[in-house]
């Protein structure tokens, strides 16, 4: 096996993975919205464009995203303060704490699947997890 089947192995794990937790937590809420809430928590309040550029999406998409999010009080916007013409997007207190909500349900959705796994695997999840969310810009003391 190759690095690059490695690679392509754990993405469509964190893939299945995902799937299975918005099956078992039966939450509908799209997965961007939860993605969006993480950026802004890790990374401030931003700008449309910049938030729409972190999460890998077009900015028509994450306008109606962020909209959605502000009509049900998890994202507020307000003006940039260099410039009234751009928006800023933040995360609510009340968005935060739904965010804080949904990573409980997803751990526990997932522990079943995962909790076969031996102090060996574990410390390899936690080295790989580490590894690579600072390679992709995570702050992993925000994630633990």
């Not at 028509?60 to 997007?89: C, F, K, N, W, Y």
């Not at 990573?103 to 080295?127: M, N």
Request: charged fraction near 25%.
């Amino acid at each position: 096996m190759t690095r690059d089947d490695d690679l392509q192995r754990l993405i469509l794990a964190v893939h299945a993975l995902t799937r299975i937790a918005a099956i078992d937590t039966k939450n509908d809420a799209p997965g961007a919205q939860w993605r969006t809430l993480t950026l802004l928590r890790d990374h401030g309040p931003q700008r449309l464009g910049d938030l729409a550029t972190l999460s890998r999406v077009s900015q028509p998409g994450m306008t109606r995203l962020v909209h959605q999010m502000e009509g049900a009080g998890l994202v507020a916007r307000g003006i940039h303060p260099d410039d009234s013409r751009v928006s800023v997007v933040s995360a609510t207190d009340d968005g935060l704490r739904e965010l804080d909500r949904w990573f409980v349900a997803l751990s526990s959705a997932l522990t079943p699947h995962v909790a076969d796994l031996t102090d060996a695997e574990w410390d390899a999840v936690r080295v790989s997890a580490d590894a690579l969310a600072t390679r992709v810009g995570l702050r992993p003391e925000v994630v633990r």
